[in-house]
């Protein structure tokens, strides 16, 4: 981890030509996985078969899921009908319980031991060499980002396809710093050493955030506040500029079907989860299906237009990456490759206003980052 709590690479050991060049091809810091073409295509929600609106229909699973638990009944139907014999999913770290850790699943209360989401540094692939030796079928779940990673892998290592048949993932606004949380556990008045638990989100939608010390302390925050007044503002840079927040490459992705204000912000008052479910894939269409058809997963169709209404921050986001990449790369820092990922199809429907101001906005942020190095440098 790297101050103020982001999860960066770090080569300890000179690795081969041949192994860098497949991490430089696969590493989403470097280039993001392009979007498939067999699907149709929107310029922001990206390639799809099919979208809908539902829950988990089994009330333990709705209620543990951040949204309404689709993801993990999907995981459970996943393991059931055969189609993967295991999960590689994310957890709370007990030892370190602002933090996360990954975990194998094989059954249904091993997936809803890591239902709900954990806005904290996660490194899903970090063990996929290992993952991939010990062969067998896995689904995997990762966000956008670590799913782009696995694809781009798997043009050079042909043990992904024949070992992961499924990979899954959520809408992203981005990684927060864990400084941020550490925000939240001393706005709650506790202290971040003495955490016995933590959890972001879930348990009910979308969940309050929820402290635990070992010394038998309890304190709660509405997601509106821990998301909106202190993670929202410690997303890293790189979250800032990407073309793929809505987990393109997935077989299916997953968000929140905010129900909106009048003026379209998101209301996030407690009541019963629903999950906004988008299948990708002919493999994800075909589990989705299936899933439905065993009374796993209840949803209807949801026009791809309406995703708008429920997701206006990703929207606007996705929007904004080509002013914000254009300002980042006249000042002469380095951005990911992102070809066929619809960056300047989206840009074309931002507001020139807005477009000009994350353009200007972005250079000063690049520049006066850059400036305080410098200075730290100079007076170090
Ligand atoms: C950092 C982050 C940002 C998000 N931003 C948005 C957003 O802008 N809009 C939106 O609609 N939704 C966002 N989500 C996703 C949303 O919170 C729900 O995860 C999604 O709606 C799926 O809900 P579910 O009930 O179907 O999933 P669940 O049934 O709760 O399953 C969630 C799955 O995601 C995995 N997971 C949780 N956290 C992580 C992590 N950090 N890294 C990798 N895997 C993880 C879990 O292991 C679990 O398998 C975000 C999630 C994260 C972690």
Request: aromatic share 6%; charged share 20%.
């Given at each position: 981890?790297?101050?103020?709590?982001?999860?960066?690479p770090?080569q300890?050991?000179?690795?081969?030509?041949?192994?860098?060049?497949?991490?430089a091809a696969?590493?989403p810091?470097?280039?993001?996985?392009?979007?498939?073409?067999?699907?149709e295509?929107?310029?922001v929600?990206?390639?799809?078969?099919?979208?809908?609106?539902?829950?988990?229909?089994?009330p333990?699973?709705?209620?543990?899921?951040a949204?309404?638990?689709?993801?993990?009944?999907?995981?459970i139907?996943?393991?059931?009908?055969?189609?993967?014999?295991?999960v590689l999913?994310?957890?709370?770290?007990?030892?370190?319980?602002?933090?996360?850790?990954?975990?194998?699943s094989?059954n249904?209360?091993?997936?809803?031991?890591?239902?709900?989401?954990?806005?904290?540094?996660?490194?899903?692939?970090?063990?996929?060499?290992?993952?991939?030796?010990?062969?067998g079928?896995?689904?995997?779940?990762?966000?956008?980002?670590?799913?782009s990673?696995?694809?781009r892998?798997?043009r050079?290592?042909?043990?992904v396809?024949?070992?992961v048949p499924?990979?899954?993932?959520f809408?992203?606004?981005?990684?927060?710093s864990?400084?941020?949380?550490?925000r939240?556990?001393?706005a709650m008045?506790?202290?971040?050493?003495?955490l016995?638990?933590?959890?972001?989100?879930?348990?009910?939608w979308?969940?309050?955030?929820?402290?635990t010390?070992?010394?038998?302390?309890?304190?709660?925050?509405?997601?509106?506040?821990?998301?909106?007044?202190?993670l929202s503002r410690?997303?890293q840079?790189r979250?800032?500029?990407?073309p793929?927040?809505?987990?393109g490459?997935?077989?299916?992705?997953c968000?929140?079907?905010?129900?909106?204000?009048?003026?379209?912000?998101p209301l996030f008052?407690?009541?019963?989860?629903?999950s906004?479910?988008?299948?990708r894939?002919?493999?994800?269409?075909?589990?989705?299906?299936?899933?439905q058809a065993?009374?796993?997963?209840?949803?209807?169709?949801?026009?791809?237009?309406d995703i708008?209404r429920?997701?206006?921050?990703?929207?606007?986001?996705?929007?904004m990456?080509?002013?914000?990449?254009?300002?980042?790369?006249?000042?002469?820092?380095?951005?990911?490759?992102?070809r066929?990922?619809?960056v300047?199809?989206?840009?074309r429907?931002g507001?020139l206003y807005?477009?000009?101001?994350n353009?200007?906005?972005?250079?000063?942020?690049v520049?006066q980052?850059?400036?305080?190095r410098?200075?730290?440098g100079?007076h170090r």
């Open positions: 981890m790297a101050a103020p709590g982001y999860a960066r770090l300890r050991q000179p690795v081969s030509p041949s192994i860098d060049a497949k991490i696969s590493c810091g470097q280039v993001v996985a392009p979007w498939p073409k067999e699907a295509r929107h310029p929600w990206g390639p799809w078969r099919q979208t809908l609106e539902g829950a988990a229909t089994d333990a699973i709705r209620f543990a899921g949204s309404g638990g689709a993801l993990s009944a999907l995981l139907h996943a393991l059931n009908t055969g189609l993967v014999d295991r999913h994310v957890e709370a770290d007990p030892s370190h319980p602002l933090g996360n850790k990954m975990r194998w094989t249904a209360a091993q997936i809803l031991a890591g239902a709900g989401s954990r806005y904290a540094a996660s490194s899903p692939l970090a063990g996929i060499d290992c993952a991939l030796a010990e062969g079928r896995f689904a995997f779940v990762g966000k956008p980002c670590d799913v990673a696995l694809r892998l798997s050079h290592d042909p043990r396809a024949a070992h499924l990979m899954l993932s809408f992203c606004g981005g990684m927060p864990e400084d941020g949380a550490r939240i556990v001393a008045g506790l202290d971040a050493r003495q016995q638990s933590f959890r972001y989100r879930g348990q009910g979308p969940g309050l955030t929820v402290a010390t070992a010394e038998g302390g309890r304190a709660e925050m509405p997601y509106s506040e821990s998301w909106g007044a202190h410690e997303v840079f979250c800032k500029i990407c793929d927040a809505v987990g490459t997935a077989d299916i992705a968000a929140d079907a905010w129900h909106g204000d009048d003026a379209g912000y008052e407690e009541e019963d989860g629903r906004l479910i988008a299948a894939t002919a493999t994800g269409e075909a589990l989705l299906r299936s899933a065993a009374g796993v997963v209840d949803a209807s169709p949801l026009p791809i237009s708008s429920m997701q206006p921050a990703q929207a606007q986001r996705k929007r990456v080509a002013a914000r990449v254009l300002a980042t790369r006249l000042l002469g820092q380095a951005t990911p490759r992102m066929d990922l619809d300047m199809r989206a840009a429907r507001r807005d477009l000009t101001h353009f200007l906005g972005t250079l000063r942020r520049w980052r850059r400036w305080r410098t200075w730290a100079m």
